[in-house]
């Protein structure tokens, strides 16, 4: 793009030397007669050229009011009444430089291509410095908060490796799409990413998942089938939810992670595969080594980078940007004109305590944009599900005659109830992982 340069001179003959001689230069030039033209397209202009003396308001004015609107913008001042106090005060002001009536063409174009290269220089310093401090997005990641800065930075040196990395945090808070941000500024980005939700896979199921299975493997097996890991070999396999394995399972994970080998379900072919494993989990796995639902050996394998993702009530100073980075998004989807966010809509947003985190804040956002009839999202079009109350207290904390054992089971018992014999659905029922609910079971007898 050509730069441009905008010409401040009163007297007509000189505007038009000057102006001839920088569109022969190669620039745009733009022109003006007094200060008050030269305000009102200003801040278009790359460079400025000024006279000091102008008709009403002066050289100094106008160079105090560029400044005020844009400190960027290199501003050169000539005149032919110049005195070293008004060249001093030129420059206190912010002149880039000063020329002195009459100069030389040649030593204009000297003096305009030395303070636009320093304005590209300033530019480019700005811009290295913005590059080399806070970044605020990470692919769809957004955050200015110190946690998130310091997630994002995790990401860029860990995801040039093979090192295995276990991403833990609650529900909602965005381990899908650092897990894929690591994926995608890998050596690996070109190769596959298989996903794995280690809940939505049923017990029996999980191993032929997995690992695949050869044909007559068991019943319904009419062909092979490979795996998820072999889907992936080259590639990344992302383990959602991965504090829900079964024990028999969590071996044969182990297996993979160190040796880096395994053999298909109906198989005894010993398989080599090269994947880079990424967990999550929204669980407490120490507590699960502790309760022995959860192998301490693969946990330490699993926990080669741990990245740990805060809550959202945690960084609420990144609500505003996220905020305004969902009405950016799924403006378009939902059909309407809403362009922005209000403060007063940022304020409510702030003021919640957001259980269900970044996810349940994105809901919280489409659902007023589908909602809002005008340009701006306004805190009346913000509708916030409150948490319900605490259910009405006893007075004991146990029935009579209960013991907490019991009174645990008999909890258990009613979750299992209501769930069917759903085990992962009585978990969840229930706030715990899979594999504990199963450690509960085992210890009342009731575990096959």
Same mark, same amino acid.
């Given at each position: ?73 290199? &501003? ?74 310091? &997630? ?45 939700? =280690? ?11 997995? *690992? ?25 396999? *992302? ?10 399972? +969590? ?17 005894? &072919? ?20 502790? +309760?022995?639902? *959860? ?25 505003? *940007?996220?905020?305004?980075?969902? &009405? ?43 909602? =809002? ?76």
């Amino acid at each position: 793009m050509k730069r441009r340069i905008l010409v401040v001179e009163d007297e007509e003959k000189l505007r038009r030397v000057l102006e001839l001689q920088l569109a022969s230069a190669g620039f745009e030039v733009d022109k003006a007669r007094t200060a008050e033209e030269a305000l009102k397209i200003a801040d278009r202009a790359d460079l400025v050229l000024t006279d000091l003396r102008l008709p009403q308001m002066d050289g100094l004015e106008l160079l105090a009011s560029i400044r005020r609107q844009n400190s960027q913008t290199p &501003v050169i001042v000539m005149t032919a009444f110049g005195t070293i106090e008004t060249a001093v005060e030129a420059m206190k002001t912010g002149a880039t430089d000063f020329l002195l009536k009459p100069f030389s063409l040649d030593h204009l174009m000297t003096v305009v291509g030395k303070a636009l290269e320093m304005r590209a220089l300033r530019d480019e310093n700005l811009q290295l410095r913005e590059e080399l401090g806070r970044r605020y997005t990470f692919d769809n990641i957004v955050g200015r908060s110190a946690p998130m800065q310091e &997630v994002f930075a995790t990401i860029a040196r860990v995801a040039p490796t093979r090192a295995t990395v276990l991403l833990a945090g609650e529900s909602g808070v965005g381990k899908d799409l650092i897990a894929r941000a690591i994926h995608f500024h890998s050596p690996r980005r070109d190769r596959p990413l298989v996903k794995i939700n =280690c809940t939505s896979i049923p017990e029996n199921l999980m191993e032929s998942e997995l *690992f695949g299975f050869e044909k007559g493997a068991f019943t319904g097996a009419q062909t092979s089938k490979p795996g998820k890991f072999e889907q992936a070999d080259t590639g990344t396999v *992302f383990l959602d939810e991965i504090g829900d394995v079964p024990a028999s399972i +969590q071996v044969k994970l182990l297996r993979v992670l160190q040796e880096r080998e395994f053999e298909r379900l109906g198989s005894n &072919v010993t398989r080599h595969i090269d994947v880079r494993v990424v967990a999550a989990t929204n669980q407490d796995l120490r507590a699960a080594l502790e +309760q022995g639902t *959860f192998r301490e050996d693969l946990y330490y394998r699993l926990n080669v980078v741990p990245m740990n993702i805060p809550p959202l009530r945690e960084r609420k100073e990144d609500i505003p *940007f996220l905020a305004t980075h969902f &009405v950016t998004k799924l403006g378009p989807d939902t059909g309407n004109r809403v362009e922005s966010i209000t403060d007063a809509a940022i304020a409510k947003l702030m003021g919640y305590h957001w259980p269900g985190n970044v996810r349940e804040l994105e809901n919280v956002i489409e659902r007023s944009l589908v909602m =809002c009839s005008g340009t701006r999202l306004d805190a009346a079009d913000i509708k916030l599900e409150m948490a319900p109350r605490s259910r009405v207290q006893t007075d004991h904390f146990l029935p009579d005659g209960m013991t907490l054992d019991q009174y645990e089971q008999d909890i258990i018992r009613e979750a299992l109830r209501r769930a069917d014999g759903n085990k992962s659905q009585a978990a969840r029922l229930l706030g715990l992982t899979r594999n504990a609910l199963r450690y509960r079971l085992t210890q009342m007898g009731l575990e096959s």
